[in-house]
């Protein structure tokens, strides 16, 4: 967690409201996934950035890597969105993905 | 939809016992890896291999060795398990490295 910083820890947010989450990083990130993980323990693809930005339906992500931050941003917020959101990052030397902490987000009605 | 296998979903054993996870995808990837996710969640590259190389995370105790028989299939050996193996081990696959990594759901493996 420490090449890979994530904020917030926790985050808890009504159904119907926006919030962001962010990663800084440490290392030299070439390319950044956002993953959801289930309470069963899986892994969701969430996004695959290069810099720049993608969005898809209401989650809409951006990696800067002159900055060294990614953000994901949650608009409207359903309770399907819950979970651990996790960000992680590639650098070109191919060590594989280096993980945040993870952000646990609860969204309640 | 998954296409990263994992088996078994879970595994209890005791100390000093050899165990072996198994792992195949089927989305031609030339690249697959081993993750381990600890009691707090975090996740750490284990192992990362293709045809060609096999990158090993230094932390990693040589009790630990993965293996495979095609660029499909990567499995993972523990030669004598120890109470801080236990953990959430998850098998992933990209096309190359650097490119889009997908997850198996995952063993979870207690030892008593």
């Known amino acids: 967690g420490d090449k890979v910083k994530q904020s917030p820890s926790a985050l808890s947010l009504q159904e119907g409201t926006n919030s962001a989450l962010r990663c800084n990083f440490s290392?030299?990130?070439?390319?950044v996934q956002w993953f959801l993980q289930n309470p069963r323990g899986s892994l969701m693809n969430l996004f695959y950035?290069?810099?720049g930005t993608k969005e898809n339906g209401r989650l809409k992500s951006a990696f800067d890597s002159k900055e060294s931050y990614s953000t994901l941003h949650i608009r409207d917020a359903q309770l399907e969105d819950s979970g651990t959101y996790f960000c992680?990052?590639?650098?070109?030397?191919?060590?594989?993905?280096?993980f945040g902490l993870g952000t646990r987000v609860s969204v309640f009605p | 939809e998954t296409a990263v296998f994992q088996t078994p979903n879970y595994h209890v054993t005791q100390v000093g016992n050899e165990v072996s996870f198994n792992c195949k995808q089927t989305?031609?990837?030339?690249?697959m890896y081993w993750y381990k996710q600890d009691s707090k969640k975090l996740l750490k590259i284990m192992f990362s291999?293709?045809?060609?190389?096999?990158?090993v995370n230094e932390t990693v105790p040589r009790r630990f060795s993965p293996q495979s028989s095609d660029k499909a299939h990567l499995n993972l050996r523990i030669k004598s398990v120890e109470p801080e193996d236990s953990a959430v081990y998850l098998c992933?696959?990209?096309?190359?490295?650097?490119?889009?990594?997908?997850f198996g759901k995952g063993t979870r493996l207690t030892v008593v």
């Open positions: 992933a696959s990209s096309r190359q490295a650097n490119t889009e990594v997908f």
């Open positions: 291999y293709n045809n060609k190389q096999l990158i």
């Open positions: 290392i030299a990130a070439t390319t």
């Open positions: 950035l290069v810099p």
């Open positions: 992680a990052a590639e650098a070109n030397y191919a060590q594989g993905l280096t």
């Open positions: 989305l031609g990837h030339d690249t």
